[in-house]
């Protein structure tokens, strides 16, 4: 325990654990399939163990070739020491920063799930076509109470139809995201 499984650059990391023979998935977040690799499962400790053993001996194996067993710790500036510390004080962000951080979430994950964009655009065209046609004669009628009553019709179908759009997006996302989550979570 408390040993070093690997010491470089963010972009080597995957190369250097592939190399190991633990290459990580495509698709999964390497920092997390780092933590799952180098954890030790409750379940099975002795394997674990001897993974992470095997690990930290080839990062050890390594320095010893390289010859850098003895290089210099880099030590942090007062301003970071600070800064971690005014970190770890803070008990919650702003709902601002949450509804940012959470939206730029969803974004990122819709922009990057192409079958998301390729159903919602042709949804939405064939459901404005559909509204537009049930609606095309709205107003025409010589009875006024009748255009109120269908122009007051389109407008609850369309805010209704653009409230729940959005949220349908974010029901089809959580049950993607739940196992994310609940690794996290009991992590």
Do not use: W
Request: glycine share 8%; charged share 20%; with cysteine.
């Amino acid at each position: 325990e408390g040993r070093t499984a690997y010491l470089g650059p963010r972009a080597g990391a995957v190369d250097y654990f592939s190399r190991l023979g633990y290459s990580c998935p495509e698709g999964f977040n390497p920092a997390d399939f780092y933590i799952y690799t180098l954890a030790v499962n409750p379940i099975a400790k002795d394997a674990s163990k001897a993974q992470i053993k095997t690990i930290t001996d080839a990062y050890v194996q390594q320095e010893i070739e390289e010859g850098v067993q003895d290089r210099p710790v880099p030590v942090a500036s007062e301003e970071v020491t600070n800064a971690v510390q005014d970190l770890g004080r803070q008990h919650g962000e702003s709902i601002l920063t949450q509804l940012r951080v959470v939206g730029k979430r969803t974004f990122l994950l819709t922009s990057r799930n192409p079958i998301i964009i390729y159903t919602s655009a042709p949804t939405n065209i064939i459901t404005s076509l559909i509204i537009g046609l049930v609606f095309l004669q709205t107003g025409c009628d010589e009875n006024i109470p009748d255009r109120v009553q269908g122009v007051a019709g389109s407008m609850f179908l369309i805010i209704t139809l653009a409230a729940f759009g959005g949220i349908g997006n974010i029901v089809q996302t959580v049950p993607v995201e739940r196992p994310v989550f609940l690794r996290d979570y009991d992590n």
